[in-house]
């Protein structure tokens, strides 16, 4: 660190040692769960794609957030792989795919997963679920690809015009390790044991190229207005931790208003990283709404869920959620 507080050389090297290592931990992680990898070639990019679950099952397609890997969807794999088939791209270096940059951005990725998703359920919709960046990149992918999604889980979505962006630009654009602070209180209102060490291990995230990268790549016409959302046909579910301060909750609430069929659940005491923070309430939330959604029958397919009585009543920790509305 320099006496600007700026980073210098050697927390470059230290960011890029980090992010290979990350991406080691994510591959050991994925295979204890057992998914196991391939590589799909899409518009330049070799795509490490982790696969698994239940061949033929319910099709989900999982997209991780700025900077991170596939180990986002830890917390969920355990409670999907019995009855689901599960696709979980890797959108960055970070997690071991390989393209121009390294990592997709907005516009990109919404042809890349739409290619994807194509290339791995040829026969059938799949829920396509995005946590952050990823949430962005799913809605977007329902506004321009309309066929392609039989619904969407949206977690904390980023893209949502109507909102502060100065202030989460400068949220997300670290430069030092105190700038880390915001981001961190923004992830967590108590984080679990394990990451309670991890802020530095943030701040390198942030540093390395995966998130620079898309942020340089970021433009006005990525994000998404009432008028997108108003456009989505298939049934949309919005998870929001009630404390994050990066994407706020009151940006969940317009955009469940603008959207023709959709839910909201937020999740008491908990942020952006509501996935891990609330493990148990966040998998309640997607229980509940699969159960109140239905999916189109695909040749193969497990048998459709039927809808459940009360399943946003059902959820955990007394989460509240509003029902599909018109």
Same mark, same amino acid.
């Given at each position: 660190?320099?006496?600007?507080?700026?980073?210098?050389?050697?927390?470059?090297?230290?960011?890029?040692?980090?992010?290979?290592?990350?991406?080691?931990?994510?591959?050991?992680?994925?295979?204890?769960?057992?998914?196991?990898?391939?590589?799909?070639?899409?518009?330049?990019?070799?795509?490490?794609?982790?696969?698994?679950?239940?061949?033929?099952?319910?099709?989900?397609?999982?997209?991780?957030?700025?900077?991170?890997?596939?180990?986002?969807?830890?917390?969920?794999?355990?409670?999907?792989?019995?009855?689901?088939?599960?696709?979980?791209?890797?959108?960055?270096?970070?997690?071991?795919?390989?393209?121009? !940059?390294?990592?997709?951005g907005v516009a990109e990725?919404?042809?890349?997963?739409?290619?994807?998703?194509?290339?791995?359920?040829?026969?059938?919709?799949?829920?396509?679920?995005?946590?952050?960046?990823?949430?962005?990149?799913?809605?977007?992918?329902?506004?321009?690809?309309?066929?392609?999604?039989?619904?969407?889980?949206?977690?904390?979505?980023?893209?949502?015009?109507?909102?502060?962006?100065?202030?989460?630009?400068?949220?997300?654009?670290?430069?030092?390790?105190?700038?880390?602070?915001?981001?961190?209180?923004?992830?967590?209102?108590?984080?679990?044991?394990?990451?309670?060490?991890? !802020?530095?291990?943030?701040?390198?995230?942030?540093?390395?190229?995966?998130?620079?990268?898309?942020?340089?790549?970021?433009?006005?016409?990525?994000?998404?207005?009432?008028?997108?959302?108003?456009?989505?046909?298939?049934?949309?579910?919005?998870?929001?931790?009630?404390?994050?301060?990066?994407?706020?909750?009151?940006?969940?609430?317009?955009?469940?208003?603008?959207?023709?069929?959709?839910?909201?659940?937020?999740?008491?005491?908990?942020?952006?990283?509501?996935?891990?923070?609330?493990?148990?309430?966040?998998?309640?939330?997607?229980?509940?709404? !699969?159960?109140?959604?239905?999916?189109?029958?695909?040749?193969?397919?497990?048998?459709?869920?039927?809808?459940?009585?009360?399943a946003c009543a059902g959820?955990?920790?007394?989460?509240?959620?509003?029902?599909?509305?018109?």
């Amino acid at each position: 660190m320099g006496g600007d507080g700026r980073p210098r050389l050697g927390a470059s090297v230290s960011a890029a040692v980090f992010a290979r290592a990350i991406a080691a931990a994510t591959a050991a992680a994925a295979l204890a769960r057992g998914l196991h990898a391939e590589t799909v070639e899409v518009a330049g990019w070799r795509l490490r794609v982790w696969r698994g679950g239940r061949p033929g099952g319910e099709p989900w397609l999982l997209l991780h957030g700025l900077g991170a890997t596939s180990a986002t969807w830890l917390p969920t794999i355990g409670a999907l792989r019995d009855d689901c088939e599960l696709v979980v791209p890797e959108l960055s270096a970070n997690g071991g795919s390989r393209g121009p !940059r390294a990592a997709i951005g907005v516009a990109e990725g919404v042809e890349v997963v739409a290619e994807l998703a194509r290339r791995v359920f040829p026969e059938s919709r799949p829920t396509v679920a995005g946590v952050s960046l990823g949430g962005w990149i799913a809605l977007k992918l329902a506004v321009a690809h309309p066929e392609i999604p039989a619904r969407i889980l949206a977690v904390v979505p980023g893209g949502y015009r109507h909102q502060d962006w100065r202030r989460i630009e400068s949220m997300v654009r670290v430069q030092t390790l105190a700038d880390i602070g915001a981001m961190w209180k923004a992830l967590f209102v108590e984080p679990p044991w394990f990451l309670r060490l991890g !802020r530095y291990g943030l701040y390198l995230l942030y540093r390395t190229p995966t998130v620079r990268d898309v942020l340089a790549t970021v433009r006005e016409a990525d994000a998404f207005d009432d008028e997108d959302l108003a456009r989505i046909a298939v049934p949309v579910g919005l998870v929001w931790g009630e404390n994050d301060t990066l994407f706020r909750v009151e940006g969940g609430q317009a955009m469940r208003r603008a959207l023709p069929d959709a839910t909201l659940t937020v999740i008491p005491l908990a942020g952006h990283g509501v996935q891990w923070e609330r493990p148990h309430e966040f998998l309640a939330a997607i229980a509940a709404f !699969r159960a109140a959604t239905s999916l189109p029958p695909a040749a193969g397919a497990v048998e459709d869920r039927p809808a459940a009585e009360g399943a946003c009543a059902g959820a955990a920790g007394g989460s509240p959620c509003t029902h599909p509305t018109t």
